[in-house]
């Protein structure tokens, strides 16, 4: 059993930067894989970033390639989302998730566990 709670949204201006955190309990943190989704209620979700257990691959949704970047610290049970340049059309919930499969991971399938989500919200 894996929990995920996720912090850092907020509200920011066009332009502007947030670091979402997203901490795991449990001891086998680094046997999953991590991925972030985001979706406002109403909507489908959408495959944001992931990471490998070992944090050799990363992947990105086109419309955050450049501007996002998703890391982990095993060792703090924690995955980030660093999100740079912020635009209006990022406004949405985040969620992180935990997948103990390697492959496929932009498919919400994937993934076994899910955090409730944090809010971010750019101001243009």
């Known amino acids: 059993q894996v929990q995920l709670v996720e912090s850092g949204g907020g509200l920011v201006q066009a332009g502007g930067s947030l670091r979402l955190s997203c901490a795991a309990s449990?001891?086998?943190?680094?046997?999953?894989?991590m991925g972030w989704f985001r979706q406002a209620p109403g909507k489908e979700r959408e495959f944001v970033a992931a990471?490998?257990?070992?944090?050799?691959?990363?992947y990105y949704a086109e419309s955050v390639k450049g501007r996002f970047t998703i890391s982990r610290d095993n060792a703090k049970n924690t995955v980030y989302l660093q999100m740079n340049s912020l635009r209006a059309e990022d406004t949405d919930v985040y969620h992180c998730a935990a997948s103990p499969l390697d492959y496929g991971l932009r498919y919400g399938g994937r993934y076994a566990y899910w955090g409730q989500g944090t809010q971010v919200t750019v101001s243009s």
């Open positions: 990471i490998s257990w070992s944090a050799t691959r990363t």
């Open positions: 449990g001891r086998t943190f680094s046997s999953y894989a």
